[in-house]
């Protein structure tokens, strides 16, 4: 890992501290037995609170994510640095597309 | 086999910070694989709240909860693990990290197991 993948890496690790903090409390305030969507979508349609949130999260989480599958990837399977990191980058955009997508869906009105 | 009879290069492994580095990969790993799926699912929202009801009510059996409070342990066992190297690389060493592992270890399992008492 170079050492710009090594600070991307790390500074997201730092980002998401207090978001998967606030995450865990969400999964624990919110998920119940019979939880509906109407519950859901009540809660986090319109609100630019939780589009901030979540928007910020999955732009964390997208790229610290590539990062650690492509040194998986390059340590742990006899694949290239070059072909890793291809891979890696594939993986991160569509993390960021369906994370995107998936924000979409719960906060537009 | 006793500690001498264990080949040197393999000897770190019995330590339990070696073990928490392994721990933090592999978590780090199944909640990549698992993050896609949870996009999607999330995504169910777009085409209206029926679609997102079908897959709660999918949710609800015994074993997709299991593997949710599973999910709740890798994502505290991640976080807990990753806070304890962001210290260690920014901050002077202080001992007991392999006590301050375990005890990661043991919030993110006392976590797991609340979020099933929660759920079942």
């Known amino acids: 890992m170079n050492v710009q993948l090594y600070i991307w890496q790390r500074a997201t690790a730092v980002v998401m501290v207090p978001l998967v903090l606030g995450h865990i409390v969400v999964i624990f305030y919110a998920t119940r037995a019979g939880m509906s969507a109407a519950d859901i979508l009540s809660r986090t349609r319109g609100s630019i609170v939780w589009a901030a949130f979540y928007g910020i999260f999955v732009a964390a989480v997208a790229i610290h994510a590539a990062i650690g599958i492509r040194n998986v990837l390059h340590e742990w399977l006899p ?11 594939v993986f991160g955009l569509l ?11 719960v906060v537009l009105p | 086999m006793s500690a001498a009879h264990v080949p040197y290069q393999l000897r770190h492994r019995g330590s339990p910070l070696w073990l928490a580095a392994l721990v933090h990969r592999l978590s780090g790993v199944l909640l ?18 029926a679609k ?17 409070g599973g999910l709740v342990f890798l994502l505290t066992v991640h976080l807990l693990g990753g806070l304890r190297i ?35």
């Not at chain 1, 694949?79 to 980058?89: D, H, I, T, V």
């Open chain 1, 79 to 89: 694949l290239g640095e070059r072909r890793a990191g291809r891979f890696a980058l």
């Open chain 2, 52 to 68: 997102l009801d079908g897959f709660l009510r999918w949710s609800e059996q015994p074993l997709v909860k299991l593997a949710e």
């Open chain 1, 95 to 105: 993390l960021a597309a369906l994370g995107a997508r998936a924000v979409a869906a």
């Open chain 2, 32 to 49: 990549a694989i698992f993050l896609p799926l949870h996009f999607l699912a999330l995504g169910l929202a777009i085409d209206g709240e």
């Open chain 2, 86 to 120: 962001l210290v260690i690389e920014n901050f002077p060493w202080t001992g007991g990290q392999k006590q301050l592992a375990t005890l990661a270890a043991a919030v993110s399992l006392l976590a797991g197991l609340a979020f099933l008492a929660r759920v079942f």
